[in-house]
Structures are given as structure tokens and as C-alpha cells.
Antibody
């Protein structure tokens, strides 16, 4: 239902754009998140965008460098990453935010991830 | 918001009752989820709203909350349950615990 793409090996200071193609649900009805996980480490929340794209939030470590966006006509979520650093190297997951009866916030499901390696 | 998860590693056997704890740095209600992650796979949602079992998750998994302390319990550990478990606070802040590895 969620398929990430766009990862790769890049040099420090460069940019990269990740994509997440969604299927099997009404994409425009759900907030979406990016979460990353460095090898051998726990997940780290990266960013959130509301269902209609009118609001977003970022983790402190990426604020000002990463931009989350979405195209509801294409059922696709994006993450534009600029000024990449070695510590940004991780598997990047997109995830759909759960909502039940007005309660929301948990992440389900997650994609399989796309690997970003920042190295000179 | 900080989430402190314990223990970091737990050694157990099939049939054991297993308890994992996640302590929040401040009170925030029941905005807590638990995930299971197996090698090479994405995290899988087990519980949300501290104690609501996700559809399809076996009933041996349960969650509870008391103030700033949240608990994931596996009533009778099964072979498929050996994995890493993460707690996550959500709702304005999204913060993960450090993880608990459940091993043989």
C-alpha cells in the first residue's frame, strides 16, 4: 500500500527527493509521515503533513533542511532533503497516520523504506 | 517529550509472560502506540491509544497506562514474538522509545 523510492548514495551537502506512492486507501483523507531509521538504531520521526497539505511539522534534527509535501491527485508523498549530512543516512519510511473516531496519530501501515546513504 | 523504554534487552522463553515499560517525561494522556519490528521489516503497529489492540493482532498482546508509565504485556510468549518492540508517543510530538529486544 505504500512504496518508497528515490534513495541512493549522495555526497554531503547535496539534495535528494524521496517519493512514496500510496494505494489501497483514500490518500487525500489521511495525514502522512516520514520516519527514518539508521542501521541498528530505533526509529526517528522526521515529518508530518496534514491530509490536505495545509500544515506540516518537522523533527528538530531536520527542521529547515527537509520539506514534506504531497500531491493528492497522484496519491504521492514527497520528502525533499537539502544540505544532507552523514547523520541523515538511514532507511526512510513513509507511514499513514491512523484515525479512529476522531482520535489520530499512530502510524499504520509503514512502507518498506528507501535507503539514503550520505558519504563522500 | 522523552520516552524511556526498559529493559533494552529481555531474555525469555516460549510461554513466558513478558512486560516492557515505557516512561514518559511528562503526562500526556493515552497518546501512545506500541510497534513490533522484525529484522529487515518495517515496524508493525500492535497497540494504539495505550491499550487498544490493532485489528488482527493476537490477544496475548495488551497495553496499559498509569500516569506517565505505559506497559506492553505479552501474556504467553510465542516463537513469532521474538523481535524488537518500540513505544511511540504521538499527537503533536512524535517520539519513539529506544526499543526492547526480546530474545531467547
Amino acid at each position: 500500500q505504500l512504496e518508497e523510492s528515490g534513495g541512493g548514495v549522495v555526497q554531503p551537502g547535496t539534495s535528494l527527493r524521496l517519493s512514496c506512492a500510496a494505494s489501497g486507501f483514500v490518500f487525500s483523507a489521511y495525514a502522512m509521515h516520514w520516519v527514518r531509521q539508521a542501521p541498528g538504531k530505533g526509529p526517528e520521526w522526521v515529518a508530518l503533513i496534514w491530509h490536505d497539505g495545509t500544515n506540516d511539522q518537522y523533527g528538530e534534527s531536520v527542521k529547515g533542511r527537509f520539506t514534506i509535501s504531497r500531491d493528492n491527485s497522484k496519491n504521492t508523498l514527497y520528502l525533499e532533503m537539502r544540505g544532507l549530512r552523514a547523520e541523515d543516512s538511514a532507511l526512510y519510511y513513509c507511514a499513514k497516520e491512523g484515525i479512529v473516531g476522531g482520535e489520530r496519530g499512530w502510524l499504520d501501515p509503514w512502507g518498506q523504506g528507501t535507503l539514503v546513504t550520505v558519504s563522500s | 517529550m522523552q520516552m524511556t523504554q526498559s529493559p533494552s534487552t529481555l531474555s525469555a522463553s516460549v510461554g513466558d509472560r513478558v512486560t516492557i515499560t515505557c516512561r514518559a517525561s511528562q503526562i500526556f494522556g493515552d497518546f501512545l502506540a506500541w510497534y513490533q519490528q522484525k529484522p529487515g521489516k518495517a515496524p508493525k503497529l500492535l497497540i494504539y491509544k495505550a491499550s487498544t489492540l490493532e485489528s488482527g493482532v493476537p490477544s496475548r498482546f495488551s497495553g496499559s497506562a498509569s500516569g506517565t508509565e505505559f506497559t506492553l504485556t505479552i501474556s504467553s510468549l510465542q516463537p513469532d514474538d521474538f523481535a524488537i518492540y518500540y513505544c511511540q508517543h504521538y499527537n503533536y510530538y512524535w517520539t519513539f522509545g529506544q526499543g526492547t529486544r526480546v530474545e531467547v
